[in-house]
């Protein structure tokens, strides 16, 4: 099969697509042919080895994990002796999470893992760009459980993190606000938010609103800044959080009524589910600014990395 490889860390231009052993699945597994997966923030810090502590989980010299891809959306070629929740055929989509490995034609996977089957509404490149942006959207709005009525401000509301985290606080019937560039105060409003704030023109800091949500997708606010906007007993989620801010997320957390959410997100089979309803609803769309054949998909990675996309980044396999 064909997979787009890396042995090494370093630029777009590490990645390679060669030809690699096609996997077998196990008792337990599912055998997918991928059909589309997406270039995200995850995969190219990976390549690059961006923060440089990501040496220290996977693989100091050299990534132990070769294949990276988080993301798919595709079919069902064969299945494992023991597997019941799945059949050859099944059209599904999901997040392969720290095993990574769908730049390729076929992956294996449990089961029971991040799986769910597709709504028959979209394409395969729609479908496999939202589990990335909506489960760790999903992770935090669940933690900071979002109610009816709430004012919610998404910080980076263009991106693929901010498009989900917007669809995904008005679903829960919160109130929103979404920050972003001139150039994409358009998209932001097509996906439901009640307001756009231009970073260009206006400090969301300074204009004397507060909110009961700040969720800042992109690590662009200044913490100790924009806690002021946060209303007493309000939420800050920093679902791009460092090492600094989420020391002072912390402290925040420990010496007033505001609470901070950071850390790494989990996600389960039920999670891709409900999104597959939200989408079926009407309430979840996916944003895609690009697409690129696996062929290419170190320009893909040289896109992403700029920091400019609107939503995501697809891959055709």
Known sequence: MKAAVYAQYGPPEVLQVKEVEKPMPKGNEILLRIKATAVNSGDWRLRKADPFAVRFIFGFMKPKINILGSVFSGEVESVGSQVKLFKAGDQVFGHADMSFGAYAEYKCLPENASIALKPASISHKEAAVIPFGGVTALHFIKKAVIKPGQKVLVVGASGAVGSAAVQLAKSFGAAVTGVCSTANIALVKSIGANKVIDYTKEDFTQNGETYDVIFDTVKAISVSRSIKSLNENGIMILSAAGM??????????????????????????????????????????????????????????????????????AIEV
């Open 244 to 313: 600094s801010e989420m020391l002072q997320g912390a402290w925040i957390s420990m010496t007033s009524s505001k609470k901070v959410l950071t850390g790494v997100i989990s996600h389960t089979a039920s999670d891709i589910v409900f999104l597959k309803g939200l989408v079926e609803a009407g309430k979840l769309k996916p944003v895609i600014d690009r697409t690129y054949p696996l062929a290419q998909i170190a320009d893909a990675h040289a896109y992403v990395e700029k920091g400019h996309k609107k939503g995501n980044v």
